[in-house]
T-cell receptor
Framework: GEDVEQSLFLSVREGDSSVINCTYTDSSSTYLYWYKQEPGAGLQLLTY?????DMKQDQRLTVLLNKKDKHLSLRIADTQTGDSAIYFC????????????FGKGTKLSVKP | GAVVSQHPSWVICKSGTSVKIECRSLDFQATTMFWYRQFPKQSLMLMATSNEGSKATYEQGVEKDKFLINHASLTLSTLTVTSAHPEDSSFYIC???????????FGDGTRLSIL
């Protein structure tokens, strides 16, 4: 089955760019997602990309997908202290009803 | 955008109590909803797929008699943790999406603490 891996921690300074990386194993995954979770809260959908796309940009967020290497990244430009949270990468396996397989989450700490 | 509401947000109760958690899609209909469980500082693990009008599909290792799922309408799924024990303490999150390939939207989660 699908396995999603991501680094556990990232620390950046306010104003810098943050890049969070993720790898997955199932090449049939149709959609890949980035969710944000703040302490004690649910998951907020940040962005997602269809597997036949290479890049998607939405304001400060840029998603890059290398399908050959099964590598996904999320770049946050001009990172703010309010961006501090846990970021989950998730894949929707091909043929699934819509359920997602999540990575363990990357805790982003933004220092002023 | 699509909104999923989950209630209650926090429950503290004694061991042996049954607890019902509701998941509602507020502005769309969902034939399928998903229930996840998240342990502290860990990822989300899919527990079951809730299907409107039919039985839920449980993931391996999840006791269906322990975690009862009912999806009686296109906007409501409930998860009942029966005879809860301290090891059932966790963060439970549901998700749903409009039809087609729309992304999953998550509720705010329910923190369940069993004393």
């Amino acid at each position: 089955g699908e396995d999603v891996e991501q680094s556990l921690f990232l620390s950046v300074r306010e104003g810098d760019s943050s890049v969070i990386n993720c790898t997955y194993t199932d090449s049939s995954s149709t959609y890949l997602y980035w969710y944000k979770q703040e302490p004690g809260a649910g998951l907020q959908l940040l962005t997602y990309i269809f597997s036949n796309m290479d890049m998607k940009q939405d304001q400060r967020l840029t998603v890059l997908l290398n399908k050959k290497d099964k590598h996904l990244s999320l770049r946050i430009a001009d990172t703010q202290t309010g961006d501090s949270a846990i970021y989950f990468c998730a894949a929707r396996p091909g043929g699934s009803q819509g359920n997602l397989i999540f990575g363990k989450g990357t805790k982003l700490s933004v220092k002023p | 955008g699509a909104v999923v509401s989950q209630h209650p947000s926090w429950v503290i109760c004694k061991s042996g109590t049954s607890v019902k958690i509701e998941c509602r899609s507020l502005d769309f209909q969902a034939t399928t909803m998903f229930w996840y469980r998240q342990f502290p500082k860990q990822s989300l693990m899919l527990m079951a797929t809730s299907n409107e009008g039919s039985k839920a599909t449980y993931e391996q290792g999840v006791e269906k008699d322990k975690f009862l799922i009912n999806h009686a309408s296109l906007t409501l799924s409930t998860l009942t943790v029966t005879s809860a024990h301290p090891e059932d303490s966790s963060f439970y999150i549901c998700s749903a999406s409009p039809e087609g390939d729309q992304p999953q939207h998550f509720g705010d989660g329910t923190r369940l603490s069993i004393l």
